[in-house]
């Protein structure tokens, strides 16, 4: 069988063939507040080698991005359209299955003041202003524009079947190429599906719809097809070998959850009526609000409450209502002393009654006007819910307080929101047969999937983590690990329960290898001088003083650029009235390339291209340039633009003669050039050199993790986990220097802990005592050149003592697969600066301190052997 289009392009990026630079025209024109992730990078890395390198691309490509729900696939589709619009492309046609979801997509792609915009306020490519504009048809459009025509694939075909004027029609896709864009692409396939997966009347509906894309698409022998969807159904054989060749990238949910871009799943069954449902889904949706607002953090929790038919979303509403407006202090009491078993509710009353010392009665008001009527909405009113949809698009926003959303099936696509933190299911039955997933339980687990966007935010404790990821698997008793999880409350009936995490488990939502696991350190460890009195050295990270920059130089910028696109001075003529060809005039000269100084233009020239630009206004260029006294300098020093040429290609006469318009035209795009190379290369943090001792006992406690696990559950890692060959039992209970009483990890940690196991009595011939610490959150270092945090896995201590002080070295080891070594290069190279680099007082308290980084430790290959004379040189000095 020949490779499919994602495994060939799997194949080339494990050789590195895939990586290259995102053009600045992408990544400087996304809205400033989007940071690509690196799965987006890698989508767009894969772009760019498919369109200028990939042989095998056919003129017209079609291509599907198969990404995970919530992985931002909306802000892959707008660096796609930046991309090509500097291609040539102007016109792009944007459809999605469902009305609701146009709106919303609009306020997206042209609303500036939405919180959810894709694009710069101002975004320029080849340094000409480019605007975005929504239009009806592509007659007479914008030359200079991005246009846009959004519609729903319905609405699409109705119109190519029954032309209006003034209406996009098939004309047009024949006159014009164009990228078609389509959202929720799954929704094509109904053709390519055998057709007994329909009904004979959704089957010959829905395939004219694909058909009319296919149609559209054949039209014009540039146009482009993107498709985008989380839920392609691979597992039929005809759509399976209809995107063999069109897969670019396959991004996984399963993938996105493991990477920490999604909320963790938690199935909350309980034996009570729907009332008492929707009250435990109240108390800790204020519970995160509370915890979120005692961390300086601002979240205001949703609730969406999941009926089965419109009638009784509109009766349990009702009945929600009644219950908040009936709600008293006993009510609340009485939940709680229910809750005794549930840590989560009894977490939140403890919190909100005991730490907060707030009164049931307090509580019950404070509900009451938290979520009161107008905070609940219903939306299975498709009418309604298609005016209410840029409302619903912005539930983050600090001033819009919906709380509770009652829903039938109207929001299980495209609903992008990331504070719901809890969906009650309300109804009692199931789909599910001969432990086979029903169609129903599938959609409540893509539901589940939607909902699990992950709510950003940067944690008090942990500044420099990533906003948009979980932060506290390693800590999951954590309080903020509450805003790091979704909640499925369904009733007491273990035959849904097991259907529905098999649905979340295809979805990929479900990770049948994660444990829950204490990992406590051992009392004898606890009881040591060195736990109780010594110290564990790291260093900080501090705002770049950018000391050393003294001009351009320091951001590699070498101050020569080129200019793409001075006019010729050629011109066309064509009889107005005589119908006949455009022809060419001949200039009677060629054009030639000649560099001008870029302070040549004048002051005057210059200083209106830095003041159209907030970048060279001096206030912004003292943050990179610290050193500079005043624009002046900027302009004339020969280390700033006093030292910059630029070569223009153009007709000898008209360089000879560049206009007022040109020069600032020239200038304007050199600044461009500049402002692009220095924002790439300025680094914004950096890691101190100096360390400072910290307390072991203060920094490493016993731990609640939350990890993957492969094989069953037990107590020590050799036999808790599936062994790996050559691997010798080890009960870590017995080894002293082995602090924690147990340990999980990858297989080169698991090596890594053996070798540590060969060398106990080598090292105990040398040192007095010597322990091995796992860093779970323990201590953090940060990388000298750009401030990037780095956890080392594991932090060792050799101790000798003296007639008059110890000695004590610590050792940072990182063990890190093959896999994983390309973009984790950067820790190896710190880790080996760290001995050379660090600054610390060599004698604190009495006890002398020596801080070193080791080379990446890898069971095999030329890494291990670095690792091991490294070793050998440091530690067991041989």
């Not at 349990?316 to 809750?339: I, Q, Y």
């Not at 080894?735 to 698991?750: L, N």
Request: aromatic share 10%; with cysteine; glycine share 6%.
């Amino acid at each position: 069988m020949s490779q499919t289009l994602t495994q060939e392009f799997d194949a080339l990026a494990k050789y590195g063939a895939l990586k290259s630079d995102i053009p600045d025209d992408i990544t400087g024109n996304l809205a400033p507040k989007i940071e690509l992730r690196p799965y987006q990078r890698t989508a767009l890395e894969r772009w760019l080698f498919y369109i200028d390198k990939y042989d095998a691309r056919p003129k017209a490509p079609h291509l599907l991005f198969h990404m995970a729900t919530g992985s931002g696939k909306t802000v892959l589709m707008a660096a796609l359209i930046l991309d090509l619009y500097r291609r040539g492309y102007r016109n792009f046609l944007f459809f999605v299955n469902s009305a609701q979801i146009i709106e919303k997509t609009k306020d997206n792609f042209l609303n500036p003041a939405s919180a959810k915009h894709l694009f710069a306020p101002t975004i320029r490519i080849d340094d000409k202003p480019v605007d975005i504009r929504a239009v009806d048809t592509f007659d007479a459009v914008s030359g200079g524009a991005i246009n846009i025509h959004f519609t729903t694939i319905q609405g699409l075909h109705t119109r190519m079947q029954a032309p209006k004027e003034n209406a996009v029609t098939i004309e047009d896709f024949h006159d014009y190429k164009v990228v078609m864009i389509s959202d929720e692409a799954h929704h094509l396939n109904a053709e390519t599906k055998s057709k007994d997966k329909l009904t004979k009347d959704e089957a010959k509906e829905k395939a004219s719809w694909e058909g009319t894309v296919s149609e559209i698409f054949r039209q014009h022998p540039e146009n482009m097809l993107l498709e985008f969807t989380a839920t392609v159904d691979l597992t039929n054989d005809a759509i399976r070998a209809k995107y063999a060749d069109k897969i670019l990238y396959d991004y996984s949910l399963r993938q996105f959850r493991e990477d920490g871009y999604s909320k963790d799943i938690e199935l909350r069954q309980a034996d009570l009526p729907p009332e008492a449902r929707m009250m435990q889904a109240m108390v800790l949706s204020q519970y995160r609000r509370k915890v979120a607002e005692a961390h300086g953090l601002q979240c205001k929790p949703v609730i969406l409450m999941k009926s089965k038919t419109i009638k009784e979303s509109a009766d349990n509403e009702a009945a929600f209502t009644a219950m908040v407006a009936g709600l008293t202090g006993e009510a609340l009491d009485a939940l709680r002393a229910a809750s005794e078993g549930d840590g989560t509710l009894s977490r939140a009353f403890a919190f909100i009654m005991d730490e907060r010392a707030m009164s049931g009665a307090d509580f019950a008001r404070e509900l009451q006007g938290d979520f009161a009527p107008e905070k609940v909405v219903n939306v299975n009113n498709p009418k309604d819910l298609e005016n209410r949809q840029i409302e619903l698009n912005a539930l983050e926003d600090r001033d819009n307080e919906i709380r509770v959303i009652f829903a039938v099936d109207k929001l299980n696509e495209g609903w992008d929101v990331l504070n719901l933190f809890d969906i009650v299911r309300l109804y009692d039955t199931r789909d599910g047969k001969a432990n086979k997933v029903g169609k129903t339980t599938m959609a409540e687990a893509q539901l589940i999937g939607r909902g699990a966007r992950y709510f950003p935010f940067i944690a008090p404790d942990q500044p420099d983590a990533a906003r948009e990821k979980r932060k506290y698997d390693s800590a999951v008793d954590h309080p903020l690990r509450v805003l790091e999880g979704l909640h499925y409350h369904c009733s007491h009936n273990p035959k849904y329960i097991q259907d529905i995490r098999n649905a979340l488990r295809e979805t990929g939502m479900l990770d049948e290898t994660a444990r829950t696991v204490r990992l406590r350190l051992k009392d004898s460890f606890k009881q040591t001088s060195l736990y109780v009195r010594e110290y564990v050295w790291t260093n900080d990270r501090v705002k770049n003083p950018r000391d050393g920059v003294a001009g351009l130089d320091a951001y590699k910028i070498e101050g020569s650029f080129t200019y793409p696109n001075l006019m010729t001075g050629r011109v066309t003529e064509a009889s107005a009235f005589g119908g006949g060809q455009l022809t060419l005039k001949p200039s009677s000269k060629e054009p030639v390339s000649r560099d001008f100084k870029l302070a040549d233009f004048g002051r005057a020239i210059l200083g209106f291209a830095m003041d159209a630009n907030d970048f060279f206004h001096f206030a912004d260029l003292q943050t990179y340039f610290p050193q500079l006294a005043s624009v002046s300098q900027f302009v004339t020093s020969d280390t700033y633009l006093g030292g910059v040429t630029v070569s223009v290609r153009g007709l000898p006469d008209d360089l000879d003669n560049l206009t007022s318009r040109q020069k600032l035209d020239i200038a304007q795009y050199v600044l461009h050039q500049i402002e692009n190379g220095v924002k790439r290369e300025s680094v914004e943090y950096i890691g101190t050199k100096d360390f400072k001792p910290y307390p072991i006992k203060d920094r490493f406690t016993d731990k609640v993790l939350k990890l993957r696990i492969e094989g069953e559950t037990g107590k020590s890692w050799v036999k808790g986990e599936t062994e790996l060959p050559g691997l010798d039992q080890i009960d870590l209970s017995g080894k002293e220097w082995h602090v924690y009483d147990d340990s999980y990890g990858t297989d080169q940690e698991k090596h890594f802990i053996k070798y540590m196991h060969d060398q106990e009595a080598r090292l105990r011939g040398i040192y007095d005592d010597f322990y091995l610490l796992r860093n779970e959150k323990a201590v953090k270092l940060y990388d000298f050149d750009t401030g990037r945090a780095f956890e080392p896995d594991f932090v060792l201590f050799l101790r000798k003592r003296g007639e008059e002080a110890s000695t004590m070295l610590q050792l940072f080891i990182e063990p890190k697969g093959d896999q994983l070594r390309p973009q984790d290069d950067w820790k190896q190279d710190f880790l080996k600066q760290v001995k050379a680099k660090a600054r610390l007082e060599t004698v604190f308290q009495g006890r002398g301190y020596t801080v070193l980084g080791l080379p990446f430790f890898n069971e095999t290959g030329q890494t291990n052997t670095d690792f091991k004379a490294s070793f050998e040189d440091e530690a067991l000095g041989a």
